[in-house]
C-alpha cells in the first residue's frame, strides 16, 4: 500500500512540472524544425566562419568583427511565441517555446536549449551567445535576441577590408578610413653663396 501511495505521489509530482523544464534540466530537447539539424549545424558553422571573426563584450558595449558588407547594424528581433529566458549553463540559453508556436512546428511546448549554430526557426542562425544576448543572422543581416527584462546593449560593428581594421563613427554608417594626406617635404634653405668681392676703383691724383 505504502509503495501504491509512493508511485501516486511521485508521479503527481512529475506530472505538475513542465516537459519542457525537465528537458532543459537535463539533455537538450531536439526539434528540428526549430533548432535544425546536424546538417545545418554544419553549415551555420560554415557560415559564421566566414562571416564572423571574433566578438567581445566590455562594459561600453558589445564589438562585432566580421568580414560581411552588409552587417551595417543590429537591431533587437523578436520571433512570436519564442521567448528568450536566461543562460542554461556555460554555451547554452534557454528559450521558452510556445503551445501555439509548438502546435505549428510540429514540437512539445517548453523550454528548449540554444547552442552556438543552431537555427532559431526557419533563415536564422545562432553566431554567438554573449552572456543573456544573442547574436543572430536572419535573412542575411545581423539581429539579437534578449530577454524582456534585459537592457539594449550598445553594439560597436567592425570589419575588415584587405586586413585593415574598420570601425563605424557615432550615429553613422561604417565607412572605410581615408589614408591621412601626404605631407610635402620640409624645404630646404638654398646654399649659401660665397661673398662676392668688389674691384675698386682706382684713385685719381
Request: aromatic share 6%; net charge positive.
Amino acid at each position: 500500500m505504502y509503495r501504491h501511495v509512493a508511485r501516486v505521489i511521485v508521479w503527481a509530482v512529475v506530472a505538475a512540472v513542465p516537459v519542457g523544464a525537465i528537458q532543459a534540466q537535463g539533455s537538450p530537447r531536439r526539434c528540428p524544425k526549430l533548432l535544425g539539424t546536424a546538417e545545418t549545424r554544419v553549415r551555420n558553422k560554415a557560415y559564421r566562419e566566414r562571416n564572423l571573426l571574433w566578438t567581445s563584450r566590455e562594459a561600453s558595449g558589445i564589438t562585432v568583427v566580421h568580414s560581411n558588407p552588409r552587417w551595417e547594424k543590429v537591431p533587437l528581433l523578436s520571433f512570436g511565441g519564442l521567448t528568450l529566458e536566461a543562460r542554461a549553463g556555460r554555451g547554452t540559453v534557454v528559450v521558452r517555446l510556445s503551445n501555439k508556436l509548438a502546435r505549428k512546428l510540429g514540437c512539445q511546448p517548453g523550454r528548449y536549449r540554444i547552442r552556438r549554430d543552431d537555427s532559431i526557426g526557419r533563415g536564422t542562425r545562432a553566431l554567438a551567445l554573449l552572456g543573456d544576448y544573442v547574436l543572430v543572422a536572419h535573412g542575411g543581416q545581423l539581429g539579437f535576441l534578449a530577454p524582456p527584462e534585459a537592457k539594449r546593449p550598445r553594439w560597436l560593428l567592425a570589419w575588415t577590408l584587405r586586413g585593415a581594421t574598420i570601425r563605424p563613427p557615432r550615429g553613422g554608417q561604417p565607412q572605410a578610413r581615408r589614408p591621412p594626406p601626404k605631407r610635402p617635404p620640409p624645404k630646404r634653405p638654398p646654399p649659401k653663396r660665397p661673398p662676392r668681392h668688389e674691384a675698386r676703383k682706382p684713385r685719381r691724383r
